[in-house]
């Protein structure tokens, strides 16, 4: 389908819309969480990304609240911090984000970092298994619409699907011209799994390429616009975030134009350009 505005959505494997692109709130402090996010909605977002771990999620449900638009016109994503993995835990975690959110439901919840065998050894695979089955649990009973996870590489998600019921509906990588993540986009896609791209411009660092700069310049747009773009053009969801009304407006105004396969291929081709890069099986939180 062609995309036409931040509003059209993309189809989950269960049917369900989600919004093309999704407003970021990492790192929004919660003073200034519930202004940035009534002013996204107004801007035009209709998708939301917050987690636990953010701290914000009490400022992003009055920033929604504010808004004055109808719950169930908009889409909200949180996640699960990884200190509350586990089955019981899982589900008191959600109740929890239900509430701080003050909404009755998530329309999708995802497991934020792969437990890993660094820190967890052979009980790794045993511990993600028993947070999906929570996962499950909360989507059969409707209090999270859609469900899945983030930093999942395909080894994890073998891994855990080995032994799940319900296949998981999105995978939110860190992706972002020069982190392209290609062979994990490939596999998700393959498998009908969303991917969408978290830190898009990779936390700001990759928007001062020249490259980049100059393949905006021949379409009159920055940088961003074609960081946003670039993903879209591969079918993989982006979550920017900006606390600036100008910026968050920029953010989404990329439906006017198209790169060609051959700017496609070059921003493909970049490397090394900043964000983080973290590899899941590394981390130690
Ligand atoms: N699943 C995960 O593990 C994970 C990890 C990180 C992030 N995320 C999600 O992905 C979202 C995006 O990632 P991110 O926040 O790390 O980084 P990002 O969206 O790649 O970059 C945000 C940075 O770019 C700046 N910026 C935004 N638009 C701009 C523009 N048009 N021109 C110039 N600068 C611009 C922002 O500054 P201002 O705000 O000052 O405009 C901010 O410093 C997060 O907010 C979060 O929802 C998920």
Redesign the pocket.
């Known amino acids: 389908m062609r995309l036409t505005s931040c509003t059209d959505a993309f189809t989950l494997s269960n049917g369900n819309a989600i919004p093309c692109i ?7 402090p919660a003073d200034e969480a519930r202004k ?1 996010v009534r002013e996204a909605l107004e801007a035009g977002y209709r998708h939301i ?3 636990a771990i ?1 701290g914000n999620q009490e400022a992003v449900g009055a920033g929604i609240r504010d808004s004055g638009i109808p719950r169930e016109q908009l889409f909200v ?1 949180s ?1 699960l911090w990884n200190t509350e993995r586990g089955y019981d835990k899982t589900l008191k975690a959600c109740e929890q984000t239900l509430n701080e959110l003050g909404t009755d439901y998530l329309d999708l919840y ?1 497991i ?2 792969p437990a890993n065998r660094k820190q967890f050894g052979d009980r790794a695979q045993e511990l993600n298994a028993e947070t999906w089955r929570a996962f499950e649990e909360l989507y059969k009973s409707g209090r999270v619409k859609a469900i899945g996870l ?2 999942f590489l395909p080894h994890h998600i073998e891994a855990l699907v080995s032994s799940a019921a319900v296949m998981p509906m999105v995978d ?3 992706v ?1 011209p020069g982190w392209p993540q290609a062979a994990a986009v490939r596999y998700c896609q393959e498998h009908r799994i969303q991917v ?12 001062d390429n020249q490259t980049l700069v100059s393949i905006g310049r021949k379409y009159g747009k ?4 074609v ?1 946003v773009r670039w993903a879209l053009q591969h079918n993989v969801l ?7 009304a ?3 407006r ?2 989404i105004d990329v439906f006017d134009f198209e790169l060609t396969d051959e700017d496609m291929h070059v921003i493909d081709g970049l490397r090394d350009l900043g ?2 890069c973290s590899d899941p099986d590394a981390v130690d939180f």
Not at 22 to 28: A, I, K, P, V
Not at 196 to 207: D, I, M, Q, S, Y
Not at 238 to 244: D, I, Q, R
């Open positions: 999704g407003y970021g709130t990492f790192e929004t940035a990304d917050t987690a953010y994503t996640k995802l934020h970092w983030s930093n939110q990588l860190e972002h969408e791209a978290w830190g898009p411009f990779g936390h700001r660092e990759v928007l920055s940088s961003a616009q960081c982006p979550l920017p975030k900006s606390v600036h100008d910026r968050m920029a953010n964000g983080s």
